[in-house]
């Protein structure tokens, strides 16, 4: 059971970046999709996350009209398009999966992680 996350870099503030999270068929298969991030000397905090058909999608209030998770459950693998990036984003991003919870944004809520992707943002 793995999940990969890519895409990472760095961009300049108001510029954007897309997360890739792949997933074996095992990892991801009914699963919620979540992507959360640590920045350093802080928590690990929720970002987004989708629901197995994509019917449900939530954001964090922070990234909420500037991220947009999607999934192609075909390629076992979920996006998080990151626009109009702020030097608050800097942190490593991680993708998540696990059953469809309430406590979305808990993340003791998931089963599997991937191994993290770090997005830096310069001002």
């Known amino acids: 059971v793995q999940l990969q996350a890519s895409g990472g870099g760095l961009v300049q503030a108001g510029g954007s970046l897309r997360l890739s999270c792949a997933g074996s068929?095992?990892?991801?298969?009914?699963?919620?999709i979540s992507w959360f991030r640590q920045a350093p000397g802080k928590e690990r905090e929720f970002v987004a996350v989708?629901?197995?058909?994509?019917?449900?999608?939530f954001y964090a209030d922070s990234v909420k009209d500037r991220f947009t998770i999607s999934r192609d459950n075909a390629k076992n693998t979920v996006y998080l398009q990151m626009n109009s990036l702020k030097f608050e984003d800097t942190a490593v991003y991680y993708c998540?999966?696990?059953?469809?919870?309430?406590?979305?944004?808990?993340?003791?809520?998931?089963?599997?992680w991937g191994q993290g992707t770090l997005v830096t943002v310069s001002s």
């Open positions: 989708i629901t197995w058909g994509g019917g449900s999608i």
């Open positions: 998540a999966a696990g059953p469809k919870s309430r406590n979305y944004d808990l993340a003791r809520s998931y089963r599997y």
């Open positions: 068929q095992r990892a991801s298969s009914g699963y919620s």
